[in-house]
């Protein structure tokens, strides 16, 4: 019987994008494997291109109606992915709809696909010091007996330039068997030593904690805990125990740089056969950790969000830690959701998940209430203290009595306070780079689009645009609300702090980190640890800063302009702000000083900071709920983003057109779904392209995008060398 094989062509183009049927040549029955990389003629030319087995199938079940070709050769003699990944690759291409390439290149590293080979090197190994079959053995002697010793550590040119070993001595040892070339593979990980970190005797919330996980016959978990409660000690327990299994684990952290802490405690429990995977390795570094996994020689993987696509054996255990951070959804094809894979991968290995923060999404502690994840709740601190108090500062007030600064009075007299006792202090500033809202600084006023609940854009046209239908008003010169002509847009950078800063503590060390001081390697460990080592008073920073950071000596934080997090042009700037204040709160008041957190803002009574300074989570999430579902975003509806990128304007707008015209009938037989634009991006130039968008919201299922997707597929294939097309399913923003 022939046997033929599906192939996916390792190529970007669109019309491509579905598998091949070859034929497999007699000579490679035995040999061709699925998740093999193959080489095959293609095209008119019969071009050889190399593809990807998908599948192997029987004459009967295939239909080949016209000429098939034959695989012409094997590119990589073992299978580099198995059954398994292919079912995770095709539910990556449903769900995010994504072109089969995008779905292999996750599961494969660059290196392979590259024709990368372990890096290895030729040692010299001691076999004998028989020095019997050699004329004169004396000149020998010295020499075999420190190979005696160094058995293998060096290379042939290493022994002669370094060591200053006669070259013709060597060869003839060599030659005579008493040394042997051996090689040896290289592995490029970091092997660094990191300090001990000793188990310890768990509190009796995280042993209550423990028992329920063991106990419980879910494998989807949330795991709430306020800053501080020890979340970490219960993953290194959870870890424990799975490779006590001989099971491995996946450790999942928000962004890998920005966690060091997390990494230094993982390492330090579990010793130097924790694999490390994030985007800052090397293409090699990569490779090599890839390799190591798939050999199984790491059974523990801390890793950035693509560490979940690791060819892991005996999955045993998925843990995301900061499970709300928005990093774990991808901005690139496929734009997967982290914790959707992990579900995936949870079903078909029937491994555990834990998802762990102190503030969870609304659609993830939804489904925890709705029994989909059983809630582990851990409450109170470690050390049993209280969180710092919060005090919101009506920022309208210091404007009334005559302070344009960008501190508050009262932030003022703290940071005095602090700086003399030699204490330290964060400053916080959420900056969003290109968007800016426009409010009234004399009542609060914020421009908003009624239809959405979002913040209006503004633009320097003077128009306010809304960026998720589109609707534009014209920037008013005075605040509709209390006639003040202080209406304008906001918008304050860390530089700008900074200026100030200096300028009112002459005194203060001062460090800045965002994204312009943190660009060189090793610069936001070199920034972090000048702060640690209290070589600095205030450290002035942006989101990046929020994030996992244990300060001892920080008894402030100021977060200076809550109002740039409210008003980002988002449905979930409540939520983020929810997040951010509560993180960033985490900060202050870590050692044993009684620390302290500034709130500054123009709308002192928005919920998501009422519910914050009161640590009120629950208050929160019910508040929030209701506005979800009155708007019909997330948790109930979805949200699909269509983007079209071109060089050329008036193709692009006219395509957008176009296709949301060809959409809309599919559109309109749905019940409580709405088609918003097209119009541009926020963003609506980047380089030398334009960008527009469309987007469609509201209750519909994963079908329905199908149908959507293979529309645009149609429709993009004339103009395709023209127009780039991408769908995102509930996308982190609309920029
Ligand atoms: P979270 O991740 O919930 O914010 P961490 O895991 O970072 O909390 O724990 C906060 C601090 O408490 C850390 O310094 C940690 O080493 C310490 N810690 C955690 N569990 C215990 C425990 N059972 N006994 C003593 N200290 C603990
Ligand atoms: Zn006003
Ligand atoms: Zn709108």
Redesign the pocket.
């Known amino acids: 019987m022939n046997l033929y094989a599906e192939i996916i062509l390792n190529s970007e183009a669109l019309e491509i994008d579905r598998p091949f049927t070859y034929k497999i040549p007699v000579e490679l029955e035995e040999k061709v494997q699925v998740g093999q990389i193959v080489k095959v003629p293609f095209g008119m030319g019969n071009k050889t291109s190399e593809g990807f087995v998908l599948s192997i199938k029987g004459e009967n079940e295939v239909n080949i109606s016209f000429k098939v070709k034959k695989i012409s050769a094997i590119i990589t003699d073992e299978p580099i992915i198995d059954e398994d990944d292919i079912k995770l690759i095709n539910f990556l291409r449903e769900k995010y709809l994504c072109k089969y390439i995008d779905a292999f290149r996750l599961l494969i590293p660059v290196g392979i696909m590259k024709g990368a080979k372990s890096k290895s090197k030729k040692v010299i190994v001691f076999k004998s010091d028989d020095l019997s079959c050699i004329k004169k053995p004396e000149g020998y002697i010295e020499i075999i007996n420190f190979l005696k010793e160094n058995s293998g550590k060096y290379t042939k040119s290493e022994l002669i330039n370094v060591n200053s070993i006669s070259q013709y001595k060597l060869n003839k040892l060599i030659e005579k068997g008493l040394l042997v070339v051996e090689e040896e593979t290289v592995f490029r990980y970091n092997n660094r030593t990191y300090n001990i970190d000793y188990e310890?005797?768990?509190?009796f919330e995280?042993k209550h904690v423990l028992d329920e996980y063991n106990n419980s016959g879910n494998n989807l978990f949330l795991l709430k805990?306020?800053?501080?409660?020890?979340?970490?000690?219960?993953y290194m327990r959870m870890v424990e125990e799975v490779l006590e299994k001989n099971q491995s684990a996946i450790v999942l952290v928000p962004e890998i740089s920005l966690t060091p802490?997390m990494i230094e405690?993982f390492k330090g429990r579990f010793g130097r056969d924790v694999a490390l995977f994030h985007s800052k390795l090397s293409d090699g570094e990569r490779f090599d950790e890839w390799f190591r996994i798939k050999e199984g020689k790491a059974k523990l993987v801390v890793g950035a969000r693509s560490a979940i696509f690791l060819p892991v054996k005996n999955l045993g255990l998925i843990i995301i830690?900061e499970e709300h951070e928005n990093t774990y959804k991808s901005d690139q094809n496929p734009k997967y959701q982290t914790k959707e894979v992990a579900e995936f991968l949870s079903e078909q290995k029937g491994c555990r998940v834990v998802l762990?923060s102190?503030t969870p999404t609304i659609e993830t502690y939804y489904r925890a209430l709705t029994g989909d994840l059983k809630l582990l709740e851990?409450n109170s601190?470690?050390?049993g203290k209280a969180m710092p108090p919060m005090k919101v500062i009506d920022m309208r007030n210091e404007l009334r009595s005559g302070n344009i600064s960008l501190f508050s009075r009262e932030l003022f007299r703290d940071m005095q306070e602090k700086l003399s006792k030699g204490e330290q202090i964060i400053l916080f500033l959420n900056r969003r780079g290109f968007s800016t809202f426009v409010s009234c600084r004399s009542c609060g006023y914020v421009f908003k689009c009624e239809e959405c609940d979002i913040s209006m854009t503004y633009h320097r046209s003077g128009l306010l645009v809304c960026h998720y239908c589109g609707k534009t008003k014209r920037a008013p010169q005075k605040c509709p609300k209390c006639d003040s002509k202080y209406v304008k847009f906001f918008g304050a950078g860390t530089e700008r702090v900074e200026e100030e800063v200096k300028k009112y503590f002459k005194d203060a060390r001062v460090l800045r980190m965002d994204v312009d001081t943190t660009r060189g390697k090793d610069s936001y460990e070199k920034i972090y640890n000048t702060f640690k080592e209290g070589k600095a008073d205030i450290l002035i920073g942006t989101q990046m800063i929020s994030k996992g950071l244990?300060f001892k000596n920080v008894t402030l934080v100021g977060i200076l302009a809550a109002d740039m997090s409210i008003n980002i042009p988002d449905y979930r700037a409540a939520e983020r702000t929810f997040q951010i204040i509560t993180q960033v709160a985490?900060r202050a008041g870590r050692g044993e000083k009684q620390g302290k957190v500034v709130i500054q803002t123009y709308t002192p009574e928005h919920y998501s900071l009422e519910y914050a300074v009161n640590y009120d989570y629950e208050g929160f999430y019910e508040k929030e709920f209701t506005v979800r579902a009155l708007m019909k975003y997330p948790p109930f509806g979805n949200i699909l983003l269509i983007n079209g990128i071109s060089k050329k304007e008036d193709l692009l707008k006219n395509f957008m057109h176009k296709i949301s015209n060809v959409i809309k009938p599919l559109v309109e037989k749905e019940v409580e779904v709405d088609i918003l634009g097209p119009i541009p991006c926020l963003v609506a130039k980047v380089k030398e392209n334009y960008r527009w968008q469309i987007v469609i919201k509201g209750e519909f299922e994963s079908e329905f995008a199908k149908k959507i997707k293979e529309l645009l597929y149609d429709e993009n294939k004339n103009v395709y060398n023209d127009i780039r097309i991408s769908m995102d399913i509930n996308p982190n923003n609309l920029f």
């Open positions: 310890k005797e768990l509190t995280q805990g306020v800053t501080g409660s020890g979340k970490t000690e219960v802490q405690r830690d762990g102190a851990l601190r470690v050390d244990d985490g």
